[in-house]
């Protein structure tokens, strides 16, 4: 198990536009050969937008985007006709395929905090393709089939546990609360890397505590 505290995460963003941004892994001008993927995630980056602030039309390809909004509402909209507001609780995917444009913006009248995880397709091309499930479910893990890949939410009381799936790699991100992990405290904004995990428990110190959890096979 890798751990990767929230501090240690690269600064980026533009503070000036009210926008800041920390990038887990080698991102633009912070490249770190050895931070490049883990698993089929090649980016988690946690934005902060103030109320007006937000992301100019710009181009991706060959990635899927799934965004975890933690407070405020983010509007979103792409080169594909949508426009959407997504919220707390809802989880968006933006399969950016042979390439789309989009904007994310904070409309509000109160910051936004989000986190957007970039996972790399098993195979390139296609064509793009949106979603946005509205109030994740604990209970109902989000496949990605295309980055070979599935999203689990918990949302834990204190001294509740959940186990962390068996695979060949699983990425943990501790979205807010506290949680044990394999004997490590982990807080809001940590993450931690598992390969080939057995038997692994979490277990909510603080309440509420929310985890993301990426569970992905061998590539």
Same mark, same amino acid.
């Given at each position: 198990? #890798? ?52 992301? #100019? ?69 296609? #064509? ?92």
């Amino acid at each position: 198990m #890798d751990v990767r505290r929230a501090h240690e995460r690269y600064r980026g963003g533009d503070r000036a536009a009210g926008i800041e941004t920390r990038h887990a892994f080698s991102f633009g001008p912070h490249y770190d050969p050895d931070n490049l993927r883990f698993g089929a995630v090649v980016a988690c980056n946690e934005e902060r937008l103030a109320p007006g602030a937000g992301f #100019d039309e710009h181009p991706h390809s060959h990635t899927e985007i799934v965004t975890w909004v933690v407070e405020g509402e983010l509007t979103h909209r792409d080169s594909t006709g949508r426009e959407t507001v997504v919220r707390p609780g809802d989880l968006q995917r933006l399969s950016a395929a042979s390439g789309v444009r989009h904007v994310e913006r904070n409309a509000g009248d109160r910051p936004l905090t989000f986190l957007q995880m970039w996972l790399a397709p098993l195979e390139p091309g296609g #064509d793009p393709a949106y979603e946005v499930v509205r109030g994740m479910a604990d209970s109902t893990p989000y496949a990605l089939p295309q980055a070979g890949a599935m999203l689990h939410v918990r949302r834990l009381a204190a001294g509740e546990r959940t186990a962390v799936p068996d695979a060949a790699h699983v990425y943990v991100h501790v979205v807010r609360g506290g949680v044990r992990l394999d004997g490590e405290d982990l807080g809001p904004g940590d993450a931690a890397r598992l390969t080939d995990p057995e038997g692994v428990e979490a277990v909510a110190a603080t309440a509420p505590a929310e985890l993301l959890l990426w569970e992905m096979r061998a590539r």
